[in-house]
C-alpha cells in the first residue's frame, strides 16, 4: 500500500514561507486515479484541506489560502511539495500530506502521512 | 464553499453501544460523502467513501447511509478501540471540506 512520509522544518518564523515535501513509497506517484493533497490540523481543531496537484502537475488551492500556497510535483523523486508564504501564527498546524483516490464518482482520501507539526513563532 | 455540520459535537457512551453520528451538507452533494476517525496523535483514517461504502480492512460494525444533504455514521456494537473524534468530509467539489468532528468517549 502507499505509504507517504512529510517532512520540513518544525519553526518557521513570521512572515517567512512554510516548505513541506511528502514522500511517496510503495507507489508511483504518476499512478492513473490518485491526486496528491495537503491537509492541516491546528491543535484540537478541524481538518482544513489546502490543496491537491496531481501528476500533470494541475492543481486547485483552497481560495482561502490560493494567494500563498503553491503545491508542486517531482515525478523523478516521487514526491510533492508544500509552499504557504507569509505565514502568521495562525498557520500553526500539524500539516499532513494525503493520497486521494478518484474512481468514477468517489473520491476519498485513502493514505495519510503521519503528519508533521509546524510552528510559526519568533 | 460547502460548510458541513456535524452532531452532536461530542458523545458518551458504553462499549457494545448502538451509536449514530449525523452530517449535515448546506447544499445537495450526492453521496460523496466520506468518513474517517481519528485518535489522539494520529491521522485520520478512511472508513467509509461514497457515503455508505465500507473501506477495504473496515470492520463491518462501521456504516454509513445518506444521500442529498443528509448522512449518518453508525457503530452497530461499540468496541474500545473506536473511541475517537470522528470527521464527515464532502468530496462534491473543491475546496473539498470537512465537519467540525464527533468526538465519542466513554461514559
Known amino acids: 500500500q502507499v505509504q507517504l512520509q512529510e517532512s520540513g522544518p518544525g519553526l518557521v518564523e513570521p512572515s517567512q514561507t512554510l516548505s513541506l515535501t511528502c514522500t511517496v513509497s510503495?507507489?508511483?506517484?504518476?499512478?492513473?486515479?490518485?491526486?496528491w493533497s495537503w491537509i492541516r490540523q491546528p491543535a484540537g481543531k478541524g481538518l482544513e484541506w489546502i490543496g491537491r496537484?496531481?501528476?500533470?502537475?494541475?492543481?486547485d488551492y483552497n481560495p482561502s489560502l490560493k494567494s500563498r500556497v503553491t503545491i508542486s510535483i517531482d515525478t523523478s523523486r516521487n514526491q510533492f511539495s508544500l509552499k504557504l508564504t507569509s505565514v502568521t501564527a495562525a498557520d500553526t498546524a500539524v500539516y499532513y500530506c494525503?493520497?486521494?483516490?478518484?474512481?468514477?464518482?468517489?473520491?476519498?482520501?485513502?493514505?495519510w502521512g503521519q503528519g508533521t507539526l509546524v510552528t510559526v513563532s519568533s | 464553499d460547502i460548510q458541513m455540520t456535524q452532531s452532536p459535537s461530542s458523545l458518551s457512551a458504553s462499549v457494545t453501544d448502538r451509536v449514530t453520528i449525523t452530517c449535515r451538507a448546506s447544499q445537495r452533494i450526492s453521496t460523496h460523502l466520506n468518513w474517517y476517525q481519528q485518535k489522539p496523535g494520529k491521522a485520520p483514517k478512511l472508513l467509509i467513501y461514497s457515503a455508505s461504502t465500507l473501506q477495504s480492512g473496515v470492520s463491518s460494525r462501521f456504516s454509513g447511509s445518506g444521500s442529498g444533504t443528509d448522512f449518518t455514521l453508525t457503530i452497530s456494537s461499540l468496541q474500545p478501540e473506536d473511541f475517537a473524534t470522528y470527521w464527515c468530509q464532502q468530496s462534491f467539489s473543491t475546496p473539498q471540506t470537512f465537519g467540525p468532528g464527533t468526538k465519542l468517549d466513554v461514559k
Open positions: 510503495s507507489g508511483s506517484i504518476t499512478s492513473a486515479n490518485y491526486y
Open positions: 494525503a493520497s486521494a483516490t478518484h474512481y468514477y464518482s468517489s473520491y476519498y482520501f485513502d493514505y
Open positions: 496537484i496531481y501528476s500533470s502537475g494541475s492543481t
